[in-house]
């Protein structure tokens, strides 16, 4: 029997609809996360691994566990060459992208974030700043929609100058020594310089500035001069091409790398491998450490590359210091979508519950243990007036082949920072005009 043209029409018509329904309930549930990573460009390698990392772990999370509460995770990337307008062009692509907008913000680039800072407190999306960005924007109660998390410059700083005071022997050794900071010249390097330079008057070494311009691969002038002052220790505030090039020019000019401290990003194989054996005895900072031999590592090999769904084409960097970098992103960004869901309802979360979900993220030891990531990173615990939640950093060193971690965490010296966060934020708070918040009263 023939079917009508009517009811034809009225039954294809409602298919759609159908279809149009069943897309709308798929959308719902995904919580979208927009990726301003960087794949090309001078700093690719850092890039591209963060971000290889963080997906991985997403598609971990997808695989293994079906999203979070029944939330699928999507996301979307956006090549912003680690540059500060495709950086804003990103934010603006992807703020509206999914069913609840974008639900975080994670430039990994210090530029990316002092471009959109007022812009995230007025679309209302959480920018989480790990290990990079803006110090002041610990103050939550300033900076509410803003998350330095784990640690900042400043208190890695102070962890730097611990670690060389402990290798001198004792704090109270450091007086009358030279130390070199050989650092970016951008936002990001001179983050870490008002931190040394108080750190120089309290235990009484010299502190020698030395700017280096992007990338970095021209440094002829600057080792001539620390050939020239003849420090006890040189601080590597490096990016990209800057930090193999300074390890290169240390070995020629005779300067020994165990006297050398590199800033975390800094601190990585693509840091190091370039160098070749110039780069043996090089000691670099770190909030995460690197290796396979991690639960967290071997459930992304089982549950995602041997499902050919892996976002690294070079499996050899799974472990490496920037893809468990991108692996601390995602535990974070998961962990915090967790916590809000916990009082918002296994739904997608706008950027607003994102937000409180950060706020009250707390990631202790016991927690680490069942992610698979004892000892890959700090515990942490975020509040309103405290929005890094740890300082805590290890120290790793280069031995030709790979890095070995030789201490412990070491905390910041929070006496020394925390006075300085509460001033610049306050200045900036009366530069904007901001009433800061009272966490007394936030739930």
Known sequence: MKMSKTLSTSLIAAGLLAGVAADAFAQAKEQFIGLPSYRVGAYAAGGSGVFGGWIDYMTLINERDGGIGGVKLTWEECETEYNNARGVECYERLKKKGSTGNSVFQPVSTGITYSVLDKVAQDKIPMVTIGYGRTDAVDGRVFPW??????????????????????????????????????????????????????????????????????????????????????????LWGWGVMNPTALKAAAKTGFPREKMVGVWWSGAEEDTVPAGDAAKG??????????????????????????????????????????????????????????????????????????????????????????????????????????????????????????????????????????????????????????????????
């Open 146 to 235: 803003v998350f330095p998390m784990i640690t900042t410059y400043w208190s890695q700083a102070t962890t730097m100058v611990k670690f060389i005071g402990s290798k001198e022997g004792g704090m109270e050794k450091l007086k009358g020594k030279k130390v070199v900071y050989l650092y970016h010249d951008s936002a990001f390097g001179k983050e870490g310089l008002g931190v040394i330079e108080k750190q120089a008057q309290k235990f009484g070494f010299t502190m020698v500035p030395l700017a280096v311009a992007h990338p970095g691969n021209e440094q002829q002038s600057q080792w001539l001069k620390i050939r020239q002052e003849k420090p006890d220790w040189v601080i």
């Open 282 to 443: 090089f000691i670099a900072a770190g909030f995460n450490v690197a290796g396979q031999n991690y639960p967290v590592v071997k459930a992304i090999q089982d549950n995602v590359y041997k499902k050919n769904k892996g976002n690294m084409e070079d499996k050899s960097r799974i472990g490496s210091v920037y893809y468990n970098r991108g692996v601390v992103h995602g535990i974070i960004t998961v962990e915090a979508i967790r916590t809000a869901q916990a009082k918002f309802g296994a739904k997608p979360l706008s950027g607003d519950e994102m937000r409180w979900g950060f706020e009250h993220l707390s990631i202790d030891a016991k927690r680490l243990k069942e992610l698979g990531a004892e000892g890959f990173m700090p515990d942490l615990k975020i509040t309103c007036a405290d929005h890094e939640g740890s300082g805590k950093v290890k120290y790793q060193q280069w031995d030709g082949k790979q890095w070995k971690v030789i201490s412990d965490w070491i905390d910041a010296d929070r006496d020394m920072v925390r006075p300085m966060i509460e001033e610049s934020a306050a200045k900036y708070a009366k530069e904007k005009n901001i009433t800061p918040r009272d966490c007394s009263k936030e739930g």
